[in-house]
């Protein structure tokens, strides 16, 4: 069937017996219209097969029926192996697929990205942003706040900014950690923290900080940015200034995972010389060798509650202006 010969609103219209303004309410989904002509409405769009048109629709109902799920990261960093990422946008999927929404995935790792997603949704093209993997003290996330624009942030951003967002309790999960690292005889415990532009790495250092000297014990830091590479790199540091450290928290498992690699190659054995704990828990923290004791924090449900917010108040509902999830620790092999 061309373009042209789609079902227009006049013909349902006609089908059904009503005005074209009526026909529009409908589809439109107004509740003002009386059930039995909603029925017949819907029964003579069913009958001729009417696709409304979503372009005409937004004018009608300024929606757009998408939200943007805005992760500040290049492209390479967020289809690499950390699973971190495409949790979160499952996450994001799930909660917009059941609201039959559609999800729009923006980058904005550069300069030139961020300023498209600016352009982009001040455009008014989505009814709603959801920033994730916030870098620094990004100004976009208030900025489009300030413009009406509905915004949520999945994990908490650096500095006063009043955007609502949802997170995990860093803290508490790294002291659970680090608690479990004291409890089995470890004395020379030491952090691969995470990049400390980002809350989750500023907080996962607090938490270790405040857990070691609770313990009474000395701080050994190496800061590294979630990835193997620096994960690998920083258990190198760690080595050369403290060669008999016993025990490693490290801000994700990606990092625990090489730090782990690192360790064996140096001769050390996981866990009886070293024990070793991450954050995260990804699918393949239970196949490393040996599986990975982790802090589990509800990635999957990050995204799905952060835009769970997001409809809610792009629909002009009041909601909670953070969200706290609680993370738990698995208990593996690697300590």
Do not use: W
Not at 97 to 110: C, I, N, R, T, Y
Request: charged share 25%.
């Amino acid at each position: 069937m061309t373009t042209a010969q789609r079902p227009t609103l006049e013909a349902v219209a006609r089908r059904a017996g009503v005005s074209r303004a009526t026909v529009s309410r409908v589809v439109n989904g107004s509740t003002t219209v009386a059930e039995p002509i909603q029925e017949a409405v819907r029964r003579a769009v069913a009958e001729l097969g009417y696709v409304p048109n979503l372009a005409a629709r937004s004018l009608v109902t300024q929606r757009t029926d998408s939200i943007a799920l805005v992760l500040p990261e290049e492209a390479t960093r967020v289809f690499s192996d950390d699973q971190v990422f495409p949790s979160i946008i499952r996450g994001a999927a799930q909660e917009l697929e059941a609201a039959d929404k559609q999800l729009v995935l923006m980058l904005a790792g550069s300069p030139a990205g961020h300023d498209r997603v600016e352009r982009y949704t001040t455009g008014r093209h989505v009814d709603g942003v959801l920033f994730a993997s916030l870098h620094g003290a990004d100004p976009l996330p208030g900025r489009l706040a300030r413009l009406g624009i509905p915004v949520v942030c999945s994990g908490r951003m650096l500095g006063d900014v009043p955007v609502p967002y949802v997170d995990v309790d860093h803290v508490g999960g790294v002291t659970a950690a680090v608690r479990h690292l004291v409890d089995g005889g470890r004395r020379r415990i030491a952090t691969i923290a995470g990049p400390q532009d980002m809350v989750a790495g500023v907080e996962r250092l607090n938490g270790y900080r405040q857990a070691v000297q609770a313990a009474g014990l000395p701080e050994l830091v190496a800061v590294g940015d979630f990835t193997r590479e620096s994960g690998a790199a920083a258990m190198r540091q760690l080595l050369d200034r403290d060669p008999d450290l016993d025990g490693v928290f490290a801000a994700s498992d990606l990092m625990a995972h090489a730090a782990m690699r690192t360790l064996r190659a140096t001769g050390r054995r996981v866990p009886d010389d070293v024990a070793v704990i991450g954050f995260d828990d990804i699918e393949t923290a239970a196949y490393t060798d040996p599986p990975l004791t982790t802090v589990r924090q509800p990635i999957l449900e990050l995204g799905r509650r952060g835009t769970r917010q997001l409809l809610r108040l792009a629909a002009g509902e009041t909601i909670e202006p953070s969200v706290v999830l609680p993370t738990e620790l698995v208990l593996r092999d690697s300590a």
